[in-house]
């Protein structure tokens, strides 16, 4: 069960959306959600509070997306290497014709590498911007984080060689 919390203790101290009130419509304001109260709950658990979704504030996120990919694109050399070596791998296993599942199994890893490295750079980039100076502590964090991705490429290398090699066998045979 889903406590509720009056409408003046939304989160952030900002002012409810439209149309969410605690007592008129039975509605609580909760991280830009309405939740409904407990006996309304059965028919819709969770609705979008009114006016809480436009196509602009849609848009502004899909254009902050994309530029923070065209950020990654230009400053992190491995991330540029790694969508090169996605891009290969994903015509490698168009031609060899993968099952689906294990055509959704290496794009998942493949997913899971990238979203390593985005979580690196971001790691380093705060890392960078809290101090210029050599830190041991530091280093060591960014080695930890950079391990973290070799290991998640090794293990998915693995992965993809149990699926692909037998294919790859079969083609010389």
């Given at each position: 069960?889903?406590?509720q919390l009056?409408v003046?203790?939304?989160?952030g101290?900002?002012s409810?959306p439209?149309?969410?009130?605690s007592?008129?419509?039975?509605k609580v304001?909760l991280?830009?959600?309405c939740l409904?109260s407990?006996?309304?709950?059965?028919?819709?658990?969770?609705?979008?509070?009114p006016?809480?979704?436009?196509?602009?504030?849609?848009?502004?996120?899909l254009?902050?997306?994309?530029r923070?990919?065209r950020?990654?694109?230009?400053?992190?050399?491995?991330?540029?290497?790694e969508i090169?070596?996605a891009?290969?791998?994903s015509?490698?296993?168009?031609f060899?014709r993968?099952p689906?599942?294990?055509?959704?199994?290496?794009f998942t890893?493949?997913?899971?590498i990238?979203?390593?490295?985005?979580i690196?750079?971001?790691?380093?980039?705060t890392l960078?911007?809290?101090?210029?100076?050599f830190?041991?502590?530091?280093?060591?964090?960014k080695?930890?984080?950079?391990?973290?991705?070799?290991l998640?490429i090794?293990?998915?290398l693995?992965?993809a060689?149990v699926i692909?090699?037998?294919?790859?066998i079969?083609?010389?045979?």
């Open positions: 069960m889903v406590e009056p003046k203790e939304t989160v101290g900002s409810p439209p149309g969410a009130t007592e008129g419509n039975n304001c991280l830009g959600y409904l407990l006996e309304s709950r059965s028919k819709s658990p969770l609705l979008l509070c006016n809480e979704m436009s196509w602009r504030r849609f848009k502004n996120s254009v902050h997306a994309l923070g990919i950020e990654l694109l230009s400053s992190q050399q491995n991330f540029r290497l090169l070596l891009i290969i791998a015509l490698i296993i168009y060899l993968i689906a599942v294990e055509r959704a199994v290496l890893l493949m997913l899971f990238l979203s390593a490295e985005v690196n750079s971001i790691f380093e980039t960078d911007s809290i101090s210029k100076s830190s041991p502590h530091f280093r060591k964090a080695d930890m984080m950079a391990g973290f991705t070799l998640l090794v293990g998915s693995i992965v060689t692909l090699y037998p294919r790859f079969s083609l010389f045979q």
